[in-house]
């Protein structure tokens, strides 16, 4: 159980495209769902957070109108890149806590590879 | 906020020797502390998780330790292999910042065969 997928697993654009990044709770419904970013060699920086139904939550410094998030309903959240650049290529990991489950229990997606040409 | 620190950022044993993962937290509000692997280009993977409640727990040839006072917790890995090679992330969460959950710095686990 707690399975959480993530589509694509890759993905090169070209600079000034949008690009979406699904995530999915397969066997389980996901009140939060979290966006990060990670640089090589480097810890998970969290994004945002989303509550279903309900607009994210975004770190500071992070650009919501850049970074979209849609969390429509308990299995699905998106996230958009908008106006991609180069220096928005990252690994990008979303996680999902769902209902009934221990407080902080998160279980993560495998994660999005961004190239932006 | 929450600060998570995580030492060492690289840990080298042999096969079947143990591995020590130490991580510090500062916000004492903090109660549920999870450990992940995460292997090249994979999302993290958790591995074993600890409740401010409890002092230990064991799963197999996995351990977490947790001092409350002290706000430390360990990972310990006995009769490491080399499929334990990976990237540790110690982590904490509790009500402050509404259980975001702050990851530690990561450890790279080399196990040399």
């Known amino acids: 159980g707690a399975v959480v997928s993530q589509h694509p697993s890759r993905v090169i654009c070209k600079s000034g495209t949008s690009v979406k990044i699904e995530c999915r709770s397969l066997?389980?419904?996901?009140?939060?769902m979290f966006w990060y970013r990670q640089f090589p060699k480097q810890s998970l920086m969290l994004m945002a957070t989303s509550n279903e139904g309900s607009k994210a939550t975004y770190e500071q410094g992070v650009e919501k109108d850049k970074f979209l998030i849609n969390h429509a309903s308990l299995t699905l959240s998106t996230l958009t890149v908008t106006s991609a650049h180069p220096e928005d290529s990252s690994f990008y990991i979303c996680?999902?806590?769902?209902?009934?489950?221990?407080?902080?229990?998160?279980?993560f997606g495998p994660g999005t590879r961004l190239t932006v040409l | 906020g929450e600060n998570v620190e995580q030492h060492p950022s690289t840990l080298s044993v042999q096969e079947g020797d143990s591995a020590v993962i130490k991580c510090t937290y500062s916000?004492?509000?903090?109660?549920?502390f999870p450990w992940y692997k995460q292997e090249l280009g994979k999302g993290p993977q958790l591995i074993i998780d600890i409740r401010s409640n409890v002092g230990e727990k064991k799963d197999q040839r996995i351990a977490v330790t947790l001092n409350k006072t002290a706000k430390h917790f360990s990972l310990h890995i006995t009769e490491t292999q080399p499929e334990d090679s990976a990237v540790y992330f110690c982590?904490?969460?509790?009500?402050?910042?509404?259980?975001?959950?702050?990851f530690g710095a990561g450890t790279r686990l080399f196990v040399k065969a």
């Open positions: 916000d004492s509000a903090s109660n549920y």
């Open positions: 996680s999902a806590r769902g209902t009934g489950r221990g407080q902080g229990e998160q279980f």
């Open positions: 066997d389980f419904q996901a009140t939060t």
């Open positions: 982590a904490a969460s509790g009500s402050t910042g509404g259980f975001k959950t702050i």
